[in-house]
């Protein structure tokens, strides 16, 4: 079992940045690969980005490529995800999520194959 704790979310003007964080407690950050998604009202949980338990394989949702860097250390059982130049339509609840790193020789982009899940932080990008 491991607890996933979302932050760093808040409001931020079109153009901005913001960081999230993902904390994680319990069983050995490292056994886990991790992803980020994101949630807009009425839609479907879409994926955003994962990171594989060593770093050594990354995917990006298309939408978010080159506005968005994963990273984690697992020394402090943490994954962080920095999201510049902000667009309204990234608006949305971003969930951290988790699955056991050897079910999958790349990491996952389906919130399916996700067993663990924080509660979720609100990033709204305003113009």
């Known amino acids: 079992q491991v607890q996933l704790v979302e932050s760093g979310g808040g409001e931020v003007q079109t153009g901005g940045s913001l960081r999230l964080s993902c904390a994680t407690s319990?069983?050995?950050?490292?056994?886990?690969?991790m992803g980020w998604f994101r949630q807009a009202p009425g839609k479907d949980r879409d994926f955003v980005a994962a990171i594989s338990w060593n770093g050594g394989s990354i995917e990006y949702a298309d939408s978010v490529k080159g506005r968005f860097t994963i990273s984690r250390d697992n020394a402090r059982n943490t994954v962080a995800l920095q999201m510049n130049s902000l667009k309204a339509e990234d608006t949305a609840v971003y969930y951290c999520?988790?699955?056991?790193?050897?079910?999958?020789?790349?990491?996952?982009?389906?919130?399916?194959?996700?067993?663990?899940w924080g509660q979720g932080t609100q990033v709204t990008v305003s113009s």
């Open positions: 999520a988790a699955y056991p790193t050897w079910r999958f020789a790349l990491v996952s982009t389906t919130p399916e194959n996700y067993d663990y």
């Open positions: 319990g069983r050995t950050a490292n056994r886990y690969a």
